[in-house]
């Protein structure tokens, strides 16, 4: 009986320890990366976040991406390499990653439409700049007047496989209407 017992619990604390070591493989497989959107200063909450294909061109990538919820991420995976559904309140997100690779990181705040559309608040991972543009309200030649946009130039993220990558921040959102716009003003 005493033996019984005995057995009994080496092989509890074996389960135990398998168990361990199972969870730290899974551990090691996830590649994650993660970090925090903000605009002008504030925290974004519910927003989606996306690892697109960072081989290609950043903005012909965010142009594949139309529905906004997981079932449409996940049936696009040559574009969508990971996704977070939701920013948290401070504006933090972790995006799991299906294997290692160059990723563009971008955020989409939906207007509700559950797609992708002109007053979404769109941004990318990467550095701030501005660019003068013919203001999109002034139709009326021939003196056009000009605005300043903000926009972030979109930049890669490389992660091995089983990374966490932390502190890919995204800083500034433009309506999508208004980053197509600029799109079409940047030097090729
Ligand atoms: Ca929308």
Redesign the pocket.
Known sequence: MKITKKSGLFLMLLIALLAFISCEKLQELLTTISGNVENEGAAVSGAFILALNGTGDAYAELGNVDE?NESAFNALSTVIKGFDLASDANGDYTATLLSGGTVYMVT?K???????????LVGWFGDVDSIRIPDPADTIGPDIDTITVTYTIPQTVTIEKGADTTGIDIEHLLE?WLLQKVQGYLPK
Request: charged fraction near 45%.
């Open positions: 906004l989409i939906d207007d509700g439409s559950e797609e992708l559309d002109s007053f979404d999508y």
